[in-house]
């Protein structure tokens, strides 16, 4: 079977507009992408990873301490953080790998249209993995307080300062 590659002249003015259609469901596409899934876990986790920083001393009731599980926490944010701007980076290589796919079928330079590239596959783990470690790292804090705090009893009655002022009797 030869290969043949199509013309501009070959696709019919319905298929041209069609795929002018989907280029620009592509491109609309692309914008709306960089204000999701990444923008999400980097705004979350880098708030998370703030507080728990900021209120360390908190966790753990009566006896605040650093320990592998905050450490941990912030390890996994980190990490979140960094594989959320590469996610970033591998949708938009998708996208624009897609975009450029159209152009070529528009200019009658492809056979068909590929179903996807290595970049959208990249980009689904990518997500998952800032998505997994997010998590991880939201259980991190709440595992050091328990473990930290111990058997620290939050309905425990806290023995009160004496306010009562004494005076000259």
Do not use: C
């Not at 041209?16 to 999701?36: A, C």
């Not at 980097?42 to 605040?64: H, M, R």
């Amino acid at each position: 079977m030869p290969n043949h590659k199509r013309t501009l002249a070959d696709n019919s003015d319905e298929h041209l507009k069609t795929l002018i259609d989907h280029r620009v469901v592509l491109v609309n596409f692309q914008s709306e992408q960089y204000r999701t899934f990444d923008k999400s876990i980097l705004t979350v986790s880098g708030g998370a990873l703030a507080l728990s920083i900021a209120f360390s001393d908190k966790f753990g009731g009566q006896n605040p301490q650093i320990s592998g599980w905050l450490l941990g926490a912030w390890a996994a944010f980190g990490i979140a953080i960094f594989i959320s701007i590469a996610s970033y980076l591998s949708a938009s290589a998708d996208l624009n790998k897609a975009i450029d796919e159209v152009d070529a079928e528009i200019r009658g330079e492809a056979d068909e249209l590929p179903s996807g590239n290595v970049f959208k596959n990249v980009t689904k783990g990518l997500n998952i993995a800032a998505l997994l470690l997010f998590l991880i790292g939201v259980g991190g804090p709440i595992q050091h307080a328990r473990v930290v705090g111990g058997d620290y009893d939050v309905n425990e009655e806290v023995e009160q300062p004496n306010t009562e002022r004494e005076g000259p009797s």
